[in-house]
């Protein structure tokens, strides 16, 4: 599919669906038969076996570094937090964006999210617990993680709850566990909608177990749409407070550069900015790989590139601001970060990071690429370096440099970082690989009603 | 005898003008399966149910986890940090908030899983072609009746609003 053709393919600023979807049955046939009726093909098959060898070698990473702990990484002792810190970081900023993004589309009344909020919803679960690996991987005696779990156990003691490591269990927690619920509740109609279909009777039974008996009734439809709002409402402080917890994992400490207030809203921004990057590569390759082209239409892809340029210049303000304060406050130690990180030991990928964070979604001012495949596909990408390069020199830059300069380290990645890291990227694809066989990835009901919404205009 | 008019509608505007003619006529409306969740079927009774249990869940979640870290921070373990005061109950609050949300949305589910009446996995309208085809893409309207000349009446005012389908089940 190229640029081209999607830009041939437009429909109407004001449509969501392509006129030639009409019928409800067509939607829901659209949606369900390349997962239900049509074999995976060879294509899904080498990309499931890649993706689950790349998953497998980072167990293995990680079991290496549960046997013989910490001093595989790249961390030293001045880089306390390396790969597994950042790694958190920013799958927790992805996992964010995916009920962010649904939520706040369905109070705002976004009629265009119905084609891709199922997408950034399972985004959210499986980002979500790949970013909960990391801070267990990081405790150093993982065994004992089930401790910031309050329990009664016989030595008497309770989780340290001042601690900003007690936070981020509860909020990973508990932000992983809403999300399935709330995926789950937009799930119900349509795993109804599979039951109900012809197919083997052994699938028909799953999905007739998951959709618990729903029916369709007026009845039904009411408390399935009210609980999904008021699940909205409360999804979009949850996230906002999620990743405002991990900014004060940084901000609740003393080291320069990372004394900010300003870090909590501006985490919550760049989770919003690489969310987005990652729900477009999703999107992209749903439509390619199931034919959507009539339900998941070039204006979809075009609203979703404004918003990526609209993060990326509210992600540069908030660098400038990082400078500006700096510099403002007169801070000794604040200013030589600020120096550092243009002139030290990983400028260049300060550089490279400000290049895919900020300029490169400029291309997006263009009308034209934002609905060009490759455009969209080298600026989505570009943001996730670019996300991933934020997190990880937030680390690097100050801790390589403290307050004591006879304890300043450079840091270096060992591959078994790098092993892990890519482990949960292939996990993360792998994951998606299943889902997309066993519930559809576009959600039925709610392009049912945009196609019947359209039809009457 | 009873019987049940059974119809299937490929749009809304069919279903609902269905719907309007049949209360005129005097038709009991016994049953209706919609494929998404349709505007004309307003908000309903009993609407501050699901808000109610998901405001008792959170209360419960986010209330209940502040107590224990109070009780165990003060009375049950006394662990003096650096100095800090044993109820610092500002550093209390990420998790309690966090964990109301979750027990809200748990609150949530259960209200909806009654209201809707769910976990009903067998019942008998699953029997009835009309409702399978209703959570794929048509609109299903059910009126109660009589056989003969009622049930009749029935299925002729579903055909002329625009049924696609419409046939008398007898009960």
């Given at each position: 599919m190229s640029g081209a053709q999607m830009m041939h393919a437009r429909a109407a600023p004001q449509r969501w669906v392509l006129p030639s979807v009409t019928s409800l049955e067509h939607v829901t046939e659209a949606v369900a038969a390349p997962m239900m009726d049509r074999p995976a093909g060879l294509r899904y098959w080498i990309a499931f076996?890649a993706m ?49 993004i649904?939520?706040?589309l369905?109070?705002?009344?976004q009629k265009w999210r119905a084609s891709i909020n199922r997408a950034a919803?399972a985004m ?150 690489s969310g987005f990057a990652v729900v477009v590569l999703i999107v992209l390759v749903v439509r390619w790989s199931m034919s959507l082209e009539g339900l998941i239409v070039p204006a979809h892809f075009d609203v979703m590139a404004k918003v990526i340029l609209a993060s990326a ?43 895919m964070?900020?300029l490169a979604p400029q291309l997006f001012w263009i009308p034209k690429l934002r609905t060009n495949v490759r455009a969209l596909v080298g600026v989505s990408v570009g943001v996730l370096v ?43 694809v792998?994951?998606f690989l299943?889902l997309a066989r066993?519930?559809p990835v576009v959600s039925m009901?709610e392009v049912r009603?945009l196609v019947a919404e359209e039809g009457?205009q | ?171």
């Open positions: 076996a689950a060898a790349v998953t497998l070698a980072g167990a293995l990473g990680i079991a290496f570094s549960l046997a013989y702990g910490p001093g595989l990484w790249g961390n030293n002792s001045a880089v306390v937090w390396g790969f597994p810190i950042a790694n958190y970081v920013w799958w927790i900023g992805i996992g964010n964006a995916g009920t962010l649904s939520s706040l369905l109070l705002t009344r919803e959210t679960l499986f980002a979500v617990s790949m970013a909960g690996i990391f801070p267990i991987l990081h405790l150093g005696r993982q065994v004992y993680f089930y401790w910031l779990f309050p329990y009664p156990q016989t030595m008497g003691v309770w989780p340290q709850w001042r601690s900003a490591l007690v936070w981020d269990f509860w909020s990973i927690l508990s932000y992983l566990l809403f999300s399935i619920l709330f995926f789950y509740v937009g799930l119900i109609p349509d795993l109804a909608a599979l039951r109900d279909r012809p197919g083997k009777l052994g699938w028909r039974r799953f999905y007739g177990v998951l959709a618990m008996g729903w029916q369709g009734t007026p009845r039904q439809w009411r408390a399935q749409s009210r609980l999904h709002t008021i699940m909205a409402v409360i999804a979009v402080p949850l996230v906002c407070s999620v990743h405002s917890i991990v900014g004060l994992d940084f901000a609740a400490s003393l080291m320069p550069g990372w004394t900010e207030s300003i870090f909590p809203p501006y985490f919550v921004v760049g989770a919003f900015f210049i509210v992600m540069g303000a908030s660098y400038g601001a990082e400078w500006f304060s700096a510099w403002w406050g007169g801070d000794p130690s604040d200013i030589r970060l600020v120096c550092y990180e243009f002139t030290g030991d990983y400028w260049w990928l300060y550089l490279l990071m400000l290049a964070n900020v670019g996300m991933w390069l934020e997190r990880i020199l937030i680390i690097l830059n100050t801790l390589s440099t403290g307050y004591e300069p006879s304890f300043w380290r450079t840091y270096a990645p060992t591959i078994v970082d790098f092993i892990i890291l890519a482990g949960t990227l292939a996990a993360f792998l994951l299943i066993l519930i009901y009603d009457q | 005898m009873t019987a049940i008019a059974i119809a299937t509608f490929d749009s809304e505007g069919a279903w609902l003008r269905a719907r309007t003619r049949a209360i005129a006529a005097g038709h009991r409306i016994v049953g209706e399966w919609l494929p998404y969740a349709s505007k004309a079927i307003g908000p309903g009774e009993g609407r501050g149910g699901i808000l109610s249990w998901v405001l008792a869940g959170g209360a419960i979640g986010g209330f209940g986890l502040f107590a224990l870290e109070c009780w165990t921070a003060v009375v049950d373990y006394p662990f003096d940090s650096g100095g800090r005061a044993l109820l610092s109950w500002p550093a209390f609050i990420p998790a309690p908030v966090e964990f109301a949300a979750l027990t809200a949305g748990v609150g949530g589910i259960i209200a909806m899983f009654v209201q809707a009446r769910l976990t009903r996995l067998s019942d008998s309208v699953f029997d009835w072609d009309e409702v399978v085809e209703g959570s794929r893409s048509s609109f299903v309207l059910a009126l109660g009746c009589t056989v003969g000349d009622d049930a009749n009446a029935a299925v002729a005012l579903l055909a002329d609003a625009g049924a696609a389908r419409s046939r008398v089940i007898g009960l």
